[in-house]
C-alpha cells in the first residue's frame, strides 16, 4: 500500500472512531461556530456551573489527531475539551489574557478555555507522554488549539490539529 493510501486509511479511520461524550454540557448537537453571536463586551470568566447551558460548537477546521475534541461557546468565551491521556499543556503564542487550560483529574482531558475577541489569537498545545527508541520519556503532541480572529473577519477561525 502507498504511503497516500495510508494516510488516507488513517484519516478514514480517525473521522469514524467513535467520540467520547461530553461530561457536563448537555447538548451534543454542534452549531457552527460562525452562526453563533458573539458578544464584543469583555465578560467574566464563566463559572463551572454555567457551562451546563453552553451549546456546543463546530470549529473551523479539525485534523484527525482532534476527533476526541469537542468545543462549547459561552458568550465571547470558547472551551475546547480533548480526550486522551493528557499530562501537560502549554501557551505557544498569543495574548495570555484571560486563557486557562487544565487536565481533568478523573479522565485525564486537557481542556483550554481561551476568550474569541477580534484581533485575538492564541496556540495551546496539549501534550501526551511518549517514549523514545531507547525508553525514555519524551512529550509527545496530542493536540494544538489555534485561534484567530481578524479584526475584518465576521467570525473567529478555530483549528484543532
Same mark, same amino acid.
Given at each position: 500500500?502507498? /504511503? /497516500?493510501?495510508?494516510?488516507?486509511? %488513517?484519516?478514514?479511520?480517525? +473521522?469514524?472512531?467513535?467520540?467520547?461524550?461530553?461530561?457536563?454540557? !448537555?447538548?451534543?448537537?454542534?452549531?457552527?461556530?460562525?452562526?453563533?453571536?458573539?458578544?464584543?463586551?469583555?465578560?467574566?470568566?464563566?463559572?463551572?456551573?454555567?457551562?451546563? %447551558?453552553?451549546?456546543?460548537?463546530?470549529?473551523?477546521?479539525?485534523?484527525?489527531? %482532534?476527533?476526541?475534541?469537542? !468545543?462549547?461557546?459561552?458568550?465571547?468565551?470558547?472551551?475546547?475539551?480533548?480526550?486522551?491521556?493528557?499530562?501537560?499543556?502549554?501557551?505557544?503564542?498569543?495574548?495570555?489574557?484571560?486563557? !486557562?487550560?487544565?487536565?481533568?483529574? !478523573?479522565?485525564?482531558?486537557?481542556?483550554?478555555?481561551?476568550?474569541?475577541?477580534?484581533?485575538?489569537?492564541?496556540?495551546? $498545545?496539549?501534550?501526551?507522554?511518549?517514549?523514545?527508541?531507547?525508553?525514555?520519556?519524551?512529550?509527545?503532541?496530542?493536540?494544538?488549539? $489555534? $485561534?484567530?480572529?481578524? /479584526?475584518? +473577519?465576521?467570525?473567529?477561525?478555530?483549528?484543532?490539529?
Amino acid at each position: 500500500m502507498t /504511503r /497516500r493510501a495510508l494516510a488516507l486509511l %488513517a484519516l478514514a479511520a480517525a +473521522a469514524l472512531a467513535p467520540r467520547p461524550a461530553a461530561s457536563e454540557p !448537555a447538548s451534543e448537537e454542534e452549531k457552527p461556530l460562525e452562526s453563533v453571536p458573539i458578544p464584543a463586551e469583555k465578560s467574566k470568566v464563566p463559572k463551572p456551573s454555567e457551562w451546563g %447551558a453552553a451549546p456546543r460548537v463546530s470549529v473551523t477546521r479539525r485534523g484527525p489527531a %482532534a476527533a476526541g475534541c469537542r !468545543a462549547y461557546l459561552l458568550r465571547e468565551w470558547l472551551r475546547v475539551r480533548c480526550a486522551g491521556e493528557a499530562f501537560a499543556l502549554s501557551m505557544l503564542g498569543g495574548d495570555a489574557d484571560g486563557v !486557562a487550560f487544565w487536565i481533568d483529574a !478523573a479522565t485525564k482531558e486537557g481542556e483550554v478555555l481561551v476568550p474569541l475577541r477580534r484581533g485575538g489569537k492564541h496556540v495551546v $498545545q496539549i501534550w501526551k507522554a511518549g517514549k523514545d527508541a531507547a525508553g525514555a520519556f519524551v512529550p509527545v503532541p496530542l493536540v494544538l488549539v $489555534q $485561534q484567530h480572529w481578524t /479584526r475584518d +473577519a465576521p467570525a473567529p477561525t478555530v483549528t484543532l490539529f
